[in-house]
């Protein structure tokens, strides 16, 4: 088995406000390999993006807080690094895409004083060294006419160009890690296709590990090796793609699932979302947090939380339903994630 290049261990983060503690990330686990792909998806608010934050060490604190947990990065917990420490890390070894390219990028500079400035800063590079690096990065990325693009501002560029400008930022120094947080929200699916695409291209050249981040499982169909799908703080199911696509065992993985359109499905049958809301993350549930939402959900649904057991080789659910008693219960025909094929 490889090492693991990126390993987060029991993560909790919390956020101190005016209503009270919101409890955001809660006991949160993942690891990634060299040239890996991670998918973590789940609905706005369960504590994707939050995570993310976390592996840089950008949560402001106050009113943001790691309690505990450790993130080890080649072996060693980040959590103990100076600021200064950190600071050597983000955007050399560790990357990271935020959601909107507009509001990440300074519209008073231009795309080549940008992209240049950490490798003129942190890599004592001379400005034609980094310039160079820019124009190959650029042309990495599929911007034509490079050399003029360099001199341009980001109001100049398509929603599509500005998130190629801020992928090929994040590869300028070549890290190990790219954290890419909601890539394609904002663009169209032609575009989103192309982002994607282009993710491929890059890691097959570049050979970096890719965390993605999204609330869409489609994005991912096509990209991910591992899909983790967070709920309320929480992973509740991990597996490859095709435990995930095809034999899902989360109730909410599969309710997920059942709110994508499909290519093959009839054009008449109705979308079926998941009924009721997240919950109130200032005052956790006791024991699964979807509990409120499950249509199988039990009493021990609301008194404890599930264990994280192993459904299949590598894939993991946070259910009470993969208990054995469950299947006592309901019975392999009313509850199809109990069957091992689906």
Same mark, same amino acid.
């Given at each position: 088995?490889?090492?693991?290049?990126?390993?987060?261990?029991?993560?909790?983060?919390?956020?101190?406000?005016?209503?009270?503690?919101?409890?955001?990330?809660?006991?949160?686990?993942?690891?990634?390999?060299?040239?890996?792909?991670?998918?973590?998806?789940?609905?706005?608010?369960?504590?994707?993006?939050?995570?993310?934050?976390?592996?840089?060490?950008?949560?402001?604190?106050?009113?943001?807080?790691?309690?505990?947990?450790?993130?080890?990065?080649?072996?060693?917990?980040?959590?103990s690094y100076s600021q200064k420490k950190m600071r050597s890390i983000r955007g050399r070894e560790i990357s990271m895409i935020f959601q909107d390219p507009m509001t990440s990028l300074n519209p008073t500079l231009t795309i080549g004083d940008q992209l240049t400035e950490g490798l003129i800063r942190h890599q004592k590079l001379s400005q034609k060294e980094a310039g160079k690096r820019a124009?190959?990065?650029?042309?990495?990325?599929?911007?034509?006419?490079?050399?003029?693009?360099?001199?341009?501002?980001?109001?100049?560029?398509?929603?599509?160009?500005?998130?190629?400008?801020?992928?090929?930022?994040?590869?300028?120094?070549?890290?190990?890690?790219?954290? /890419? %947080?909601?890539?394609?929200? !904002?663009? *169209? #699916?032609?575009?989103?296709?192309?982002?994607?695409?282009?993710?491929?291209?890059? &890691?097959?050249?570049?050979?970096?590990?890719?965390?993605?981040?999204?609330?869409?499982?489609?994005?991912?169909?096509?990209?991910?090796?591992?899909?983790?799908?967070?709920?309320?703080?929480?992973?509740?199911?991990?597996?490859?793609?095709?435990?995930?696509?095809?034999?899902?065992?989360?109730?909410?993985?599969?309710?997920?699932?059942?709110?994508?359109?499909?290519?093959?499905?009839?054009?008449?049958?109705?979308?079926?979302?998941?009924?009721?809301?997240?919950?109130?993350?200032?005052?956790?549930?006791?024991?699964?947090?979807? /509990? %409120?939402?499950?249509?199988? !959900?039990? *009493? #021990?649904?609301?008194?404890?939380?599930?264990?994280?057991?192993?459904?299949?080789? &590598?894939?993991?659910?946070?259910?009470?339903?993969?208990?054995?008693?469950?299947?006592?219960?309901?019975?392999?025909?009313?509850?199809?994630?109990?069957?091992?094929?689906?």
């Amino acid at each position: 088995m490889s090492e693991k290049l990126l390993d987060v261990r029991n993560l909790h983060v919390s956020f101190d406000t005016y209503g009270g503690r919101v409890h955001a990330v809660r006991g949160v686990n993942l690891s990634i390999e060299k040239g890996e792909t991670l998918a973590i998806v789940g609905e706005s608010g369960c504590g994707k993006s939050v995570t993310a934050q976390s592996i840089m060490r950008l949560i402001a604190e106050p009113p943001g807080k790691i309690l505990s947990g450790e993130i080890l990065f080649k072996g060693e917990n980040m959590l103990s690094y100076s600021q200064k420490k950190m600071r050597s890390i983000r955007g050399r070894e560790i990357s990271m895409i935020f959601q909107d390219p507009m509001t990440s990028l300074n519209p008073t500079l231009t795309i080549g004083d940008q992209l240049t400035e950490g490798l003129i800063r942190h890599q004592k590079l001379s400005q034609k060294e980094a310039g160079k690096r820019a124009l190959s990065m650029l042309d990495l990325v599929g911007i034509s006419n490079a050399k003029e693009r360099l001199k341009q501002f980001p109001h100049q560029f398509s929603g599509g160009m500005r998130q190629r400008i801020m992928i090929a930022m994040a590869l300028m120094c070549d890290p190990e890690i790219l954290i /890419a %947080d909601e890539p394609t929200t !904002a663009l *169209d #699916v032609t575009i989103q296709a192309q982002i994607l695409d282009l993710f491929k291209d890059i &890691q097959k050249k570049m050979g970096v590990a890719i965390i993605m981040i999204t609330h869409d499982l489609g994005v991912v169909a096509q990209l991910a090796d591992r899909i983790q799908v967070m709920y309320a703080g929480k992973v509740v199911e991990e597996g490859n793609r095709r435990d995930l696509f095809y034999q899902a065992q989360h109730p909410y993985t599969r309710g997920l699932l059942h709110s994508v359109p499909r290519m093959d499905a009839d054009r008449h049958v109705p979308l079926v979302p998941i009924a009721g809301t997240p919950p109130d993350l200032f005052s956790p549930p006791t024991g699964c947090a979807f /509990a %409120d939402r499950c249509e199988y !959900a039990m *009493d #021990v649904c609301t008194e404890y939380d599930p264990a994280r057991v192993e459904a299949n080789t &590598q894939h993991y659910v946070a259910c009470w339903l993969q208990d054995a008693r469950a299947r006592q219960a309901f019975g392999d025909e009313e509850l199809p994630m109990l069957r091992k094929s689906v």
